[in-house]
T-cell receptor, first 111, second 113 residues
């Protein structure tokens, strides 16, 4: 089993749709959680950190459920420019440093 | 502007040759990392460095070597011992190991002919 697993995708949605990405992690010692965005053939860039209380940044909402070891990202009112791969990232600090990237979920937003 | 610079952006190499990828940052970050990305896969950690003159193996260090002689620089050498070196290589830095945002360079795409 992979340490960080994401929806395989791709997701194909029309503009204006709401889309949700899911991510699960296996290490209960995981400490920090992030969503990164990666455009085709480019480097990843931080989209948002994920906190237990949930956090929102404009059209983007991230949630963390530590009991279920589950992270989500919700995008409302999708734009064409949201088309990208979304990477779930988990940092485990116990027993040695480890930042683990999920394989990513590709999103295509169509006009 | 502060950031991370990787070079070269594209590199072609013949089998059996070593190649060194450059990574320079002017963010005054202590931690630096090298990742490898293959199509349809997540990033895999090759090496990381917490401070100058110190570095640790990641999950896939075999066939790679690094050095950290200066805070700003963390070059990666892909040796001939790396059996499948064709990939997209990403360098990243972070203020403190494991804390906060990872800043990535634009990546180096290595193709072995």
């Amino acid at each position: 089993r992979k340490e960080v697993e994401q929806d395989p995708g791709p997701f194909n949605v029309p503009e204006g749709a709401t889309v949700a990405f899911n991510c699960t992690y296996s290490n209960s010692a995981s400490q920090s959680f992030f969503w990164y965005r990666q455009d085709c053939r480019k480097e990843p860039k931080l989209l948002m950190s994920v906190y237990s209380s949930g956090n929102e940044d404009g059209r983007f909402t991230a949630q963390l459920n530590r009991a279920s070891q589950y992270i989500s990202l919700l995008i409302r009112d999708s734009k064409l420019s949201d088309s990208a791969t979304y990477l779930c990232v988990v940092f485990v600090g116990t027993g040695g440093f480890k930042t683990i990237f999920g394989a990513g979920t590709r999103l295509f937003v169509k006009a | 502007d502060g950031g991370i610079t990787q070079s070269p952006k594209y590199l072609f190499r013949k089998e059996g040759q070593n190649v060194t990828l450059s990574c320079e940052q002017n963010l005054n970050h202590d931690a630096m990392y090298w990742y490898r990305q293959d199509p349809g896969q997540g990033l895999r950690l090759i090496y990381y460095s917490q401070i100058v003159n110190d570095f640790q193996k990641g999950d896939i260090a075999e066939g790679y070597s690094v050095s950290r002689e200066k805070k700003e620089s963390f070059p990666l050498t892909v040796t001939s011992a790396q059996k499948n070196p064709t990939a997209f290589y990403l360098c990243a830095s972070q203020g403190t190991l494991g804390t906060g945002e990872l800043f990535f360079g634009e990546g180096s795409r290595l193709t072995v002919l």
